[in-house]
């Protein structure tokens, strides 16, 4: 969900640019080949039926960033997900990870209500039929802070920001960066993929609704198949981000 957005004072600016600094928590990264993680927040039905339904063709599977509380509602991304439709992922092979209850901004929350939310979620995506363990997540609008990098990272393996980037020589697994996968970035996001196989990286995408008439946070059918394509033929490892993790830290044990 988009249609609220994070305080963007000059003292948060400032805040968020020293806030990369804080709290790492990272993982060497040094790849011959690229890897690329597909991820989809919240999440909408057509970030299954227009997004990982293709991925599948690919031979891929994605993570899924899950606000239980978001199931069966409709917003700006239209309807999102049923119960059927997440336990189908799951069977599938998709990693389901947490992006609290309600999708709410974690740096206006007490760490009580942090922790309260992220544990409300997975217990609730148990209930759902959930087996597999919650161990990645996203901060809703990315909102992130020194102290929930810290809190987080003792409840999580690995979490994802908002912020842009792709990761070359290491990952911060407290706040990983990413790249929206959305119709006005696509061209850009292309080139960056294109990019890839000069210097081998990790790049992760993310996106919400993908369909003809995409909120200003997704991308049409046809953008995220160009998407899928571009990613192709780097000859990219595909992996969740949490098998991409695995992936990573296994190469470096090495
Ligand atoms: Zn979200």
Not at 233 to 240: C, E, H, I, N, Q
Request: with cysteine; hydrophobic share 40%.
């Amino acid at each position: 969900m988009s249609a609220y957005a994070p305080s963007n004072t000059i003292a948060d600016k400032v805040l968020r640019r020293i806030r990369p600094l804080r709290n790492k928590r990272e993982i060497a990264v040094n790849l011959d080949v690229p890897l690329v993680s597909i991820s989809f927040d919240d999440f909408p039905v057509t970030a299954i039926t227009h997004g990982s339904d293709i991925m599948e063709q690919y031979g891929w599977r994605g993570t899924f960033y899950t606000s239980a509380g978001l199931e069966g509602i409709d917003n700006h991304h239209g309807p999102h997900f049923t119960r059927d439709q997440l336990t189908a992922l799951q069977k599938r092979g998709h990693e389901i990870a947490g992006h609290t209850l309600s999708h709410i901004d974690c740096s206006t929350l007490s760490e009580t209500e942090v922790v309260a939310q992220i544990h409300k979620n997975k217990t609730m995506l148990q209930e759902m039929g959930i087996t597999q363990t919650v161990d990645g997540f996203a901060y809703p609008f990315g909102a992130a802070s020194a102290p929930l990098k810290k809190l987080l990272g003792e409840k999580f393996d690995a979490i994802r920001g908002v912020a842009d980037g792709v990761h070359k020589t290491s990952a911060d697994l407290n706040e990983l960066k990413a790249c929206g996968v959305y119709s006005s970035t696509i061209d850009s996001v292309i080139a960056r993929i294109k990019a890839l196989p000069v210097a081998p990286a990790w790049l992760i995408l993310f996106t919400h609704d993908i369909c003809d008439a995409p909120s200003a946070w997704g991308c049409t059918p046809a953008e995220f198949k160009r998407i899928l394509d571009a990613v192709a033929s780097t000859r990219a490892d595909v992996l969740p981000v949490r098998e991409a993790v695995h992936f990573l830290r296994d190469r470096h044990d090495q």
